[in-house]
Nanobody, 119 residues
Framework: QVQLVESGGGLVQAGGSLRLSCAAS????????MTWYRQAPGEQRELVAS???????NYADSVKGRFAISRDNTKNTVYLQMNSLKPDDTAVYYC?????????????WGQGTQVTVSS
């Protein structure tokens, strides 16, 4: 059973930085895309950034130039470096992993980590 565990969230002042990690365990097949989402109270979950197995990245416009996604395929881990944080970045951050097994895609989610940015 694939499990994802996020870490690195916390409370930070505006302008500060945090680095989130998401480690996948129980993985027996390749993880294609790993993605960070976030959900603020009363809002829909939104995509923050994604990275393919080959390193192709994609970012939401709201985080371009401030956040950087990376991954270590040997550790099945994805990272999100968040700089110049704003109060609007406050949310629960979730990662997911797209595992390809026999040409079938299965998405797994982590439990989320809280990021709070104070003004």
């Amino acid at each position: 059973q694939v499990q994802l565990v996020e870490s690195g969230g916390g409370l930070v002042q505006a302008g500060g930085s945090l680095r989130l990690s998401c480690a996948a365990s129980g993985v027996r097949f390749p993880i294609e895309t790993m993605t960070w989402y976030r959900q603020a109270p009363g809002e829909q979950r939104e995509l923050v950034a994604s990275i393919s197995r080959g390193g192709t990245t994609n970012y939401a416009d709201s985080v371009k130039g401030r956040f950087a996604i990376s991954r270590d395929n040997t550790k099945n881990t994805v990272y999100l470096q968040m700089n110049s944080l704003k109060p609007d970045d406050t949310a629960v951050y979730y990662c997911n992993a797209d595992v390809i097994q026999f040409f079938k895609s299965t998405i797994y989610w982590g439990q989320g980590t809280q990021v709070t940015v104070s003004s």
